[in-house]
């Protein structure tokens, strides 16, 4: 078999790259990516001391300059236009054999295997923070940051309404932490307490460990638990926070948050293979694998967590004079999946006293987060 210069080597695998995916733009983006972190990962002869950055997500975001570096680039790359298919390979300096093998397996498991790139590379940015992304546990998606800042700017802007020393919130299905840490790391220096609760040990784990790699940008306590919504939530969450009075836990919350599983398995069977072979499908469709979730509509993860929050007093009435007085203070964001899912969901929240609610859009125009505000604060039922 003819042996192939490393330039040789690196254009087979971009053109490897390309094939899979349909979209060029977006293979010279990945293949940059993938060809950076090899760069930076492995010196050209022996694993390098950055070795753990690698695809395994137990480096060190945060702590190592080499990663906050590797962040900065890849926001670079991300923003700015693709280079032309030329420049991709011919631009790149010449890769070393353990670069080069890692590099053959990261496309390898690209294109053959559908593993996500954001798992090979082991990091995902979100916001300010690095976090370490590990299957199955669900990759941070940019319309959650989107919406998360958003959360983080609003409770910021009105910290007085919230009534509290600190702003108490609770991040429901927090998956690999990032609303969480997004929210300690955004809002104003110990104005919050975050609680973040997951039924995956794999999620919690992870959550703890991005918690630790991003320390030094919270400016708020957080903490996470193992905690099954579909169980006695107040029960459990008495149990794994120590705690002896039950108001002390879930009494009250100033505010809910979630992204919580609402894709309807109908939908899951038209997802690409990326998402199904590697993402946990607990993470996407409420109750995967029940029998009856067949006829779901991908809602109830959302109906179990609205019917979890204590309903609030009555909405004050139209041409009530304390309409008017009463502060709009946010105190739920739940993100949704889209146009189909906002007017059962608005109907369900306004069920449980949220005077106000908004629908917010991403990025891409589509309503993606349901925002609901009322006077009284959260208590779980
Ligand atoms: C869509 S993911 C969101 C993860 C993370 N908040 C994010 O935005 O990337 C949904 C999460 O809900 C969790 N989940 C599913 N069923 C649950 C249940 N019964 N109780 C608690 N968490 C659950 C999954 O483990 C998963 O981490």
Redesign the pocket.
Known sequence: MPRLSPAGALSSLYQRLTKYLSDDAQARREFRWLYEHALNTYTKHAPSAAHDLGGSGRGVPGRSPLLRSKLEQTRLWRNSPPAGANEVVDGLQAIGPLQLAWLRQAISDRVDKHKPLQYILGTQPFDRLELAVRPP?????PE?EEWAIRVSDAISASLQQYARRRVRIL??????G??SLALASRLPADTAEIVG????AK?VLLADENLSLNERYLRNAVSFYQ????GDVSKQMMAVMGAASHDAVVGEFDVVV?????VSYREYCSLDSDVRDWE?P???V?NFGATDSLDDDGLR?IRRIVSLIERGGPPPSVGDDSAQAQPRTLRLAL?IGGSHQVEPVRELVASAGFGHIDVWRDLAGTDRTIVGYRGQPLKLV
Do not use: F, H, K, Q
């Open positions: 546990v669900l990759i941070p998606r959650t991040d429901l299905c927090s998956g690999s990032c609303i609760v997951d039924v995956s999620a905690v099954d919504l579909n979630s992204n919580p599983p609402y946990d607990n993470a996407l409420p993860m993100e």
